[in-house]
Structures are given as structure tokens and as C-alpha cells.
């Protein structure tokens, strides 16, 4: 269980970290990816998608206190990860993206998936109810 609380903790950390750079520093995000020359108006979106990732880190980091009890938050970051890894991938593979720009976010996405599947709570005969 400690781990668990440490992954969502981590989650937690950069996610917010992302989410607060993705709202007050969209075209330093951007340049990160390596993404040049895209009109001002895509800062709104990734000031949005900015906004997504510090509530999220929320309801993780809240979860991480009790993650049994919120086990809905390690299934959402199950979820999370696979889509964003899967999302990643057929970018990739339509050329739409490159390595460059998407091969961290699909790593790490690929990383928690595995972690969060790894160490989620399961059933064992001694905490199943009599």
C-alpha cells in the first residue's frame, strides 16, 4: 500500500506541475514539445488542458491518504495512462507527431499504467469479509 501512496503522490506532484505550467507558460509548454509556430489561440487550449491536470492532481493526491477507500482515482489513473499512451501511439503512427514531441508523454504514460496495475489492491483471503 505504501507504494500505491507513493505513485499517486508522484502522479500527483507532476501533474500539478504540469497543470500550473501549462496555464501560466502555454508557449514555453509548446517549445518543450517542439512545437513551433502554432497560433496564439492553441494557449487557450493547453491553458485548459492545464486546468485538467491540477484537478486531477487533487483528487489524486487526496486519494493517496486512503487509496483503498478511493480506489475509483487508481482505476481513473489506469485509465488515464493507457488512453494517453494509446493516443500518443497513433499519433505517432499517422506522422502527425514525432518521437521528439510525444515519445516522453507516451513512456511515462506507459510507466504509471504499468505501476498503477501493478500495485493496485487486490483481494487476498484474509481481506475478504466472513
Keep these: 500500500m505504501r507504494v ?3 505513485l499517486l503522490v508522484l502522479d500527483s506532484a507532476v501533474l500539478f506541475l504540469l497543470g500550473v505550467s501549462f496555464i501560466f ?3 514555453q509548454v509548446l517549445l518543450a514539445f517542439h512545437f513551433r509556430d502554432l497560433p496564439v489561440g492553441v494557449n487557450y487550449l493547453i491553458g485548459l488542458w492545464g486546468c485538467v491536470f491540477a484537478t486531477l492532481a487533487m483528487g489524486y493526491f487526496f486519494a493517496a491518504m486512503d487509496p483503498i ?3 475509483v482515482w487508481v482505476q481513473v489513473g489506469i485509465a488515464r495512462g493507457a488512453l494517453e499512451c494509446l493516443l500518443g501511439v497513433f499519433y505517432m503512427a ?3 507527431v514525432t518521437f521528439p514531441q ?3 508523454g507516451i513512456i511515462v504514460a ?3 499504467t504499468a505501476a498503477y496495475i ?3 489492491p487486490r483481494r487476498t483471503a484474509a481481506s475478504t469479509p466472513t
Design 69 to 71: 477507500r478511493n480506489i
Design 102 to 104: 510525444a515519445g516522453f
Design 118 to 120: 501493478i500495485w493496485y
Design 25 to 27: 507558460l502555454p508557449q
Design 110 to 112: 506507459a510507466l504509471i
Design 94 to 96: 499517422r506522422g502527425v
Design 4 to 6: 500505491l501512496r507513493f
